[in-house]
């Protein structure tokens, strides 16, 4: 019985082995089709970045840099979210000196508007917008005097030319032109005002100078005296180029 049951195997082995290495030949071919599709769908399905994506990505970032200046307490350059307005930005430099332009930052200056990267933001100061008004002013008043004074040079070479009268000399000349030199002599000095002096004067005067606004004033009075010129401009704390300008008309 034991014999033919090992008879029986062996010809099942015989018969069926063929089939065997067949089937396992087809498993393998199955198995690595199947592998090399799968690398293929894998490899089709990945996606490149294009510099054009990257810029997109590069847009997306939520913080900008702006350079903050002027009369601003703490001057410099911020990063700041690019939702930041104007106003907090402000706010984060430690707000505006008291030298700040209030009249430029109602007019002209939009608290509510979003900032950009690379945005620069200066706000005047007072005695910028000040100067700026008085070189206009001086400007236009220069322009008028200018053509005043053609105007009048036409006339006058008009009336020379149309009057042929000799003038007639009397005894009277001499008291004409004592009086021509006394009205000279007032309107010369007359012209020429009194100096002001920055270790006396008031508020209300040293304001009247040309460049001081309320604020200088003030310094100067609360920095004073003052010894000389040298001396006004390293204590008074007001810019020494203001004070140039105001050489020949201050005293000590």
Do not use: H
């Not at 490149?48 to 939520?62: A, F, N, R």
Request: some cysteine.
């Amino acid at each position: 019985m034991e014999i033919e049951w090992n008879v029986l195997i062996r010809e099942i082995i015989n018969k069926y082995i063929l089939y065997f290495f067949i089937g396992v030949f087809l498993c393998g071919v199955l198995v690595g089709f199947l592998s090399s599709n799968l690398k293929r769908n894998l490899k089709g399905n990945t996606t490149e970045l294009s510099p054009g994506c990257l810029e997109d990505i590069g847009s997306s970032v939520s913080v900008v840099t702006v350079d903050l200046s002027g009369a601003v307490v703490s001057p410099g350059l911020y990063t700041v979210d690019k939702s930041t307005r104007v106003g907090e930005l402000l706010a984060l430099g430690g707000g505006l000196t008291d030298e700040a332009s209030g009249l430029w930052i109602s007019r002209k200056l939009n608290l509510s508007a979003k900032i950009n990267d690379s945005q620069k933001i200066y706000i005047p100061f007072e005695w910028e917008i000040y100067e700026d008004s008085v070189g206009d002013v001086q400007s236009l008043f220069s322009q008028l005097t200018d053509f005043s004074g053609s105007n009048n040079d036409d006339n006058s070479t008009e009336d020379n030319v149309g009057d042929d009268s000799s003038p007639v000399n009397n005894g009277d000349s001499d008291d004409d032109t004592n009086t021509d030199t006394d009205t000279n002599s007032n309107s010369s000095s007359s012209s020429n005002p009194e100096k002001i002096n920055v270790n006396a004067a008031s508020l209300t005067q040293l304001d009247s100078l040309s460049g001081i606004g309320p604020s200088y004033a003030q310094k100067i009075i609360d920095n004073r005296t003052y010894a000389d010129f040298d001396d006004l401009c390293n204590k008074s704390k007001v810019p020494k180029s203001t004070l140039e300008k105001l050489k020949n008309d201050i005293s000590f």
